[in-house]
DNA sequence: AAAAAGCATTGATCTAAATCAATGCTTTCA
DNA sequence: TGAAAGCATTGATTTAGATCAATGCTTTTT
């Protein structure tokens, strides 16, 4: 059930069977069904979400209800409206499932308790949101330094997966564009 | 001289003055004048600079060396190539000075030995990278759903003190746009 | 003090992506 | 199993921003 939780966090920072066991009395498990909300945009954010399987999306809605994903959550990956979680202010995206999935949750109190006595949470947790900032760092720099053309290709070599799991307006979406325009890349790359 | 270093990480971790005297053994000053470069791209990153007094920034040069901002540091930030400083992989981004300034260093081995045997370091590290995480996000949401108008607008109201200070064509290479887009948005807003 | 470099603005034109609209295919569900 | 919803594609048109080019102003350099 926890499997690929703690096979994540012993690949970051190694724990003996004492130290998972202490861990896992703070986490829960939670299943979600495709389509359901994990998060709703104006809730306060209560948990982090490890996903153990299955995939997810947040993205949040604007004026026109035009979506943007602003990230996916794919088995090992994890989601959250962290700027919500934190400062306890009404969260601005939603969160949901694109298919049945499975999520270890860890709140906000066992979050706290596990930083406040845990060194090695704390380790894990450093290391996590680092990972998660450079890869939101590649992102920013390919949007506003390369080409559509290439932005689609890179997200293609860094996330195939994704690529194949998710529609592919989803995918433009992600990557601020219409699907029209995605499905034209697409034909242009192809031709070439 | 390190003042401002000092106040900020206070704020987010509270410390002795023993354990102040204990890190400022780790760091350095460097001063750096006005258009000279901290990083190349290319060359591997080996210190994380605070900005005690000035200004810097970090961009990428594309194929038709067009350069993108990719973050200012001003006073109380900090600036790095995070993902060539933790890899050891060459920089993609240069960096360098838009006025004098005064830099506190944080060598690659200083920031190792720190993070391993004090835990309030991590700790404010920890933050640190939380808080640009936070930034960033915001400013990839606002990218990816806001118009070019509101973008330029949240930017002014974010950071007033960078549009004082950075000229226009700087703000449109961090905006992704050009100085011609940007100057005629400008000239959009004024006249509402 | 003169020359050069850097900068913001404006105009004319071009181009990439958005929008609007329609079609056919596949999956879901009642 | 039949209807509806979801999805990708294609075409026609519009639009926002890029590009090319020129001007005047300010700051820096010599």
Not at 17 to 26: G, L, T, V
Not at 94 to 122: C, F, G, R
Not at 139 to 164: G, K, N
Request: proline share 3%.
């Amino acid at each position: 059930m926890y499997n690929l939780f703690f096979q994540h966090f012993n690949s970051k920072v190694q724990l003996t069977e004492d130290e998972q066991a202490h861990i896992k009395a703070y986490l829960t498990l939670k299943k979600i069904r495709k389509k359901q909300y994990l998060l709703q945009e104006g809730d306060v954010c209560k948990m982090i979400a490890f996903v153990e399987k299955g995939a997810l999306r947040a993205y949040s809605v604007d004026e026109n209800s035009n979506e943007h994903i602003i990230q996916f959550g794919l088995e090992g990956w994890t989601i959250s409206d962290l700027f919500s979680f934190l400062t306890g202010e009404p969260a601005t995206y939603n969160i949901d499932a694109l298919e049945d999935s499975e999520l270890v949750i860890i709140s906000k109190s066992a979050h706290e308790e596990l930083l406040q006595t845990m060194p090695k949470y704390e380790t894990f947790t450093r290391l996590n949101i680092t990972g998660a900032y450079l890869a939101m760092q590649r992102r920013l720099t390919s949007i506003i330094s390369a080409s559509v053309e290439e932005r689609y290709q890179d997200f293609i070599a860094l996330y195939p997966h994704i690529a194949q799991r998710v529609p592919q307006h989803m995918i433009a979406s992600y990557m601020g564009l219409t699907p029209e325009t995605l499905s034209r890349i697409r034909k242009r790359i192809s031709s070439k």
